[in-house]
């Protein structure tokens, strides 16, 4: 069973340069996380997908930060310009929500570097 | 919005001693509390989960407690290894109807020493 997907592992990049992260959830989960790891801020919800539709996007800094997720397979999270207090490592997770409380699965991140 | 408090912030064991992380919540609407596991360089992976219907649940060496009253669940790791050397976090539910939004806490680094 393939988890969710991240790309790239790694993403080193100039300030001011677009940063498109993408994600590929499992198969048949029907809610997409964006989260965002610091050591200062811990794990952050940054916004929440329900059936591709944007839920709640409270936890997105700023509006340079954006999100999209065209199909059931596929979401990206861009930011542009990019600063460097963006660094960090940036986790994808989806659920399937049946009866009662899913657990979210996290795909492995996209450790960000913005020099 | 949940709030959720976790103490704490770094734990260290001896191989075979017992680690207890615990965490404290604000909004009593919801019914599902789980643990995740994060390794370095991986994702949290959900490691065992309650709901406040018991006060307690035991998969294998992983225990969980759950006072209701009091609004705080733990974790208990029993006979601790090596190998479970890892930042533990736990979370609620944030507060909204649909129940899948999850708020973390801010998570401990467990160091197990062999």
């Known amino acids: 069973d393939a988890g969710v997907i991240q790309s790239p592992r790694h993403e080193v990049t100039e300030m001011g340069q677009e940063v498109t992260l993408r994600c590929k959830p499992i198969?048949?989960?029907?809610?997409l996380f964006w989260y965002r790891q610091t050591m200062m801020r811990g794990l952050e919800l940054l916004i929440y997908?329900?059936?591709?539709?944007?839920?709640?996007d409270s936890g997105m800094p700023e509006d340079r930060f954006s999100a999209k997720m065209p199909n059931a397979s596929f979401s990206t999270l861009k930011i542009q310009p990019s600063e460097p207090r963006d660094s960090a490592v940036y986790f994808c997770?989806?659920?399937?929500?049946?009866?009662?409380?899913?657990?979210?699965?996290f795909g492995d991140g996209t450790r960000l570097s913005i020099l | 919005q949940q709030q959720v408090k976790q103490s704490p912030q770094s734990l260290i064991v001896q191989k075979g001693g017992i680690s207890i992380i615990n965490c404290a919540y604000e909004?009593?609407?919801?019914?599902?509390f789980p643990w995740y596991q994060q390794f370095p360089g991986k994702g949290p992976a959900l490691l065992i989960a309650i709901r406040p219907d018991v006060s307690e649940k035991k998969e294998g060496r992983f225990t969980i407690s759950f006072n209701k009253s009091a609004k705080q669940f733990s974790l208990h790791i029993m006979d601790s290894q090596p190998g479970d050397s890892a930042t533990y976090f736990c979370?609620?539910?944030?507060?909204?109807?649909?129940?899948?939004?999850?708020?973390f806490g801010e998570g401990t680094q467990l160091t197990v020493n062999p």
């Open positions: 997908f329900n059936n591709n539709v944007p839920i709640d």
């Open positions: 909004n009593t609407a919801f019914d599902y």
């Open positions: 198969s048949g989960h029907d809610y």
């Open positions: 997770a989806s659920s399937f929500r049946r009866s009662g409380n899913q657990p979210q699965h």
């Open positions: 979370a609620a539910p944030a507060g909204e109807t649909s129940g899948s939004r999850l708020t």
